[in-house]
């Protein structure tokens, strides 16, 4: 299986974690759009777990909560 170099990974994250969308970072990047879906799952899957290991007995006062997005299925 190929996999992408560091170099050209870090360039298709940068681009996403910039908001730009999945289709202009493959024209972007020159990457399929299938290896920029499966590199965002990976890289989501390994956030949550370094989050649910690392992030433990928090004492919590007070939680802001925005950007609550909705979307009604039809």
């Given at each position: 299986?190929n996999?992408?170099?560091i170099?050209?990974?870090?360039?298709?994250?940068a681009?996403?974690v910039?908001?730009?969308?999945?289709?202009?970072?493959c024209?972007?990047?020159?990457?399929?759009?299938?290896?920029?879906?499966?590199?965002?799952k990976?890289?989501g899957?390994a956030?949550a777990?370094y989050?649910?290991a690392?992030?433990?007995?928090l004492?919590?006062?007070?939680?802001?909560c925005?950007?609550f997005?909705s979307?009604?299925?039809?």
């Amino acid at each position: 299986m190929n996999q992408l170099h560091i170099e050209k990974r870090t360039q298709v994250l940068a681009a996403l974690v910039e908001g730009t969308s999945v289709n202009a970072t493959c024209r972007m990047t020159g990457v399929a759009k299938h290896t920029v879906l499966k590199l965002l799952k990976d890289i989501g899957c390994a956030a949550a777990s370094y989050h649910d290991a690392h992030v433990r007995n928090l004492k919590v006062r007070r939680i802001q909560c925005t950007d609550f997005a909705s979307f009604a299925v039809i």
